[in-house]
């Protein structure tokens, strides 16, 4: 008899287990599934159970999954998807109806919340999918039972009689931020131990991530808005302040990553929360992602003096003319401005960027590398262009380019689309000298020596995993070998 009150929510891997040690975003990154924590969270206040299984965090994730279901025989598994990890998540789920033929696949995420009812038709291991943001959703539909759905707003379902896939519509509105429960970060294992933000992003350990909005007010061309579409809300900064102290005096955490899209957007709140750090010391330090069009030097003193520890700015491209194509206020001179100013303030900086953009060619590429070279950033992550399902630019993008569209390798890691009059090859040999010319810079090499005492924990990392790093370099410069 399985158990309809239980749920169990599971992290996708999107990719084979053992492919696991020649991940380098496992040596480098592993971020908290702060979406299924909020989930769990969200479920236990209200007399659910709900647990969590991570594949990134746990060795063996199957073999977990499968004595958890045998054990505890819940009634619900559930899937959280980005689009390379969803057929890794359709294979678990087929496995889970091998073990409990009755139990019944919820599946969310950005890739879900995208393709919706197209989704249904090739994949028979989906039972459910949950559009848009999932805590009232997934709770009414476990109160439902999944006896009758079509009540339940904001799942599709497929339909008894016909086997069609229907779309039940969007809840009226959003929730309200600051009801929601802390996420039930205790429900992953490990935490914080088993979680670390990228080498070199951070001052201390443990560190964690948080996130305290949710949807952005912009619409760039690349960016997916399935989930929240053009919502944009945020907790308070007396919620805000009260998670920060939860983390710290629960699991001893001492430096936060906000993973919002735009930490700074409400100016107000940035000064009310920083108010509060000043007033009331935590002793946590904390990075976050911002616009230049939100931030001034008023702010970032504040921020400093707060802990901020680094910022990180989508800077795209440093071809203008591109960028413009692409999101707004695409002021180049204005960014570097505020990236001094950051600078300025005594705040470790990060430049984002992509390469292979529709309409990217050698030029611009170049122009990025002179842009971001002539800047005071400390660090930077450049990922390849991926066209997501749900991004403006999705749909129309085969007008565009070669698009390869293998879902599992859509992780910014692989160059799955090639814009017109560039070649995979090209992309492959500039994107390694790109970072290469990055690390070669005598103001750069310096940088990183500096985090011998900024960041010891960083070090310690990178000297440990250095096997690994080596072994990414080594077959990168040999499939470009092959390719050349």
């Keep these: 008899m399985l158990n309809r009150n239980k749920i169990l929510l599971v992290h996708p891997l999107g990719y084979k287990a053992d492919a696991a040690s020649k991940d380098i975003s496992r040596v480098a990154n592993i971020m908290p599934p702060l979406g299924l924590a909020s989930m769990a969270a969200y479920l236990e206040q209200r007399a659910m159970r709900a647990d969590i299984i ?7 994730s199957d073999q977990a999954i499968l004595d958890y279901l045998r054990s505890e025989k819940p009634a619900f598994i559930g899937f959280s998807c980005t689009t390379s990890s969803f057929l890794d998540g359709i294979r678990i789920a087929k496995l889970a109806r091998e073990v409990l033929p009755d139990i019944q696949t919820v599946f969310g995420g950005p890739h879900v919340s995208a393709l919706k009812e197209k989704l249904f038709a090739d994949y028979s291991a989906m039972d459910y999918s949950v559009v848009g943001e999932g805590e009232m959703t997934l709770h009414n539909l476990m109160l439902n039972g999944g006896e009758a759905p079509v009540e339940v707003k904001g799942i599709i379902y497929r339909d008894r009689q016909t086997g069609e896939a229907r779309f039940t519509g969007y809840p009226e509105k959003g929730l309200e931020l600051d009801d929601l429960p802390f996420p039930a970060y205790e429900k992953l294992a490990g935490f914080p131990n088993s979680y670390m933000l990228p080498i070199f992003n951070y ?7 948080c996130i305290s909005s949710r949807g952005c007010p ?5 960016c997916d808005r399935s989930v929240f579409r053009r919502s944009f809300r945020f907790n308070s900064a007396e919620y805000l302040y009260a998670h920060l102290r939860h983390l710290h005096e629960k699991f001893g955490v001492q430096h936060i990553n906000f993973y919002d899209d735009q930490f700074t957007f409400n100016k107000k709140r940035v000064e009310e929360f920083t108010d509060l750090i000043l007033q009331n010391p935590l002793g946590m330090t904390f990075n976050c992602a911002v616009r230049a069009e939100h931030i001034d030097a008023p702010l970032l003193t504040r921020m400093k003096k707060a802990g901020c520890w680094m910022m990180s700015l989508g800077i795209e491209s440093g071809d203008e003319e591109l960028l413009a194509q692409h999101r707004q206020n695409a002021d180049l001179d204005h960014l570097a401005t505020k990236i001094r100013m950051i600078k300025d303030a005594g705040i470790r900086t990060k430049g984002l960027l992509m390469m292979g953009l529709p309409g990217e060619n050698e030029e611009s590429i170049r122009r990025s590398m002179a842009y971001v070279f002539s800047l005071p950033i400390d660090d930077f992550n450049l990922a390849k262009f991926t066209p997501f399902p749900g991004s403006p630019i999705y749909d129309n993008i085969h007008e565009l380019g070669e698009f390869d569209e293998q879902w599992e390798k859509m992780d910014c890691m692989n160059f799955q689309f090639v814009t017109k009059g560039m070649t995979k090859e090209r992309l492959e ?6 970072y290469a010319s990055h690390f070669k810079r005598p103001k750069v090499l310096w940088g990183y020596v500096t985090m011998l005492w900024k960041s010891p924990d960083s070090w310690l990392r990178f000297l440990k995993s250095m096997t690994s790093f080596l072994r990414y370099i080594r077959v990168n410069r040999r499939l470009m070998g092959e390719k050349s």
């Design 54 to 60: 991570d594949c990134y965090a746990i060795p063996d």
């Design 203 to 209: 001052p201390k350990v443990p560190n964690a991530s």
């Design 218 to 222: 912009y619409a760039c061309s690349y």
């Design 429 to 434: 040999v500039l994107f390694q000298e790109f």
